[in-house]
């Protein structure tokens, strides 16, 4: 299964979302490969911010074959999730010629919402050739108790893509396990964070059956 993790717009959550589904698919028992498909090196730069054991493999691959050479990266993987980088649009179409399943963290703003606009458009022109493409949002940085929280699905139902039901919280926690080079469930396997990220696993399992 090789999931990408894409939006054109910079700062949504991309590499918490991708680095935090890893560390769950791995915790679970799948091997899991993440690669860091963004020239910036963020996810390998939270890797080599950890002391302790990898719990998966992260690659550096910031160029646009990434669909040429998925087959022979992925050999060996249950999971392979592509942090994808903001704006590259040669990279993301590579990305999205790669993956399964398109998972586009937004965050509950308006302008969000609107640059989504720019993914949609690539993920459809993708479907031209990858019929059974999968994609989704989910929503990331919610502000719990806000009218924009609640409303963000409903102003996304103008694209045609699905949002999640699970829906990831602004946590500082995010940011705290991130500067350790950790995953928010080895911080606390018992957290509200950690229960999100479960949740959006579950769903991803769902959506794909
Ligand atoms: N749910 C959250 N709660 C709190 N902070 C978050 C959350 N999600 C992301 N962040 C923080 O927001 C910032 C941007 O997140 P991240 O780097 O994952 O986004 P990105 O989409 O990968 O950005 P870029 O487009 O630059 O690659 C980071 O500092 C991250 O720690
Ligand atoms: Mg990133």
Known sequence: ??????NQKGG????TLSINLAAIFSRNG???LLIDADPQGSALDWAAARNEEPLFSVIGLPRATIHKEI???????????????PRVTDLARSAIMASDLILIPVQPSPYDIWAADEIIKLINEALI???????AFVINRKILNTAIGRDVREA???????????????RVIFAESAAQ???????DEKSLATKEIKAVVKEIMEFLK
């Open 71 to 85: 087959n022979q990266i992925a050999k060996g993987y249950d999971y392979v999730i592509i942090d994808s980088p």
């Open 156 to 170: 996304l139902e103008v694209y045609s893509v699905p949002s999640f039901k699970a829906s990831i919280t602004q």
């Open 12 to 15: 949504v959550g991309k590499t």
């Open 129 to 135: 050739y990858k019929q059974n493409l999968k994609s």
């Open 181 to 187: 080079g950790k995953a928010v469930c080895e911080i």
């Open 30 to 32: 799948a091997r899991v």
């Open 1 to 6: 299964m090789i999931i990408g993790v894409l």
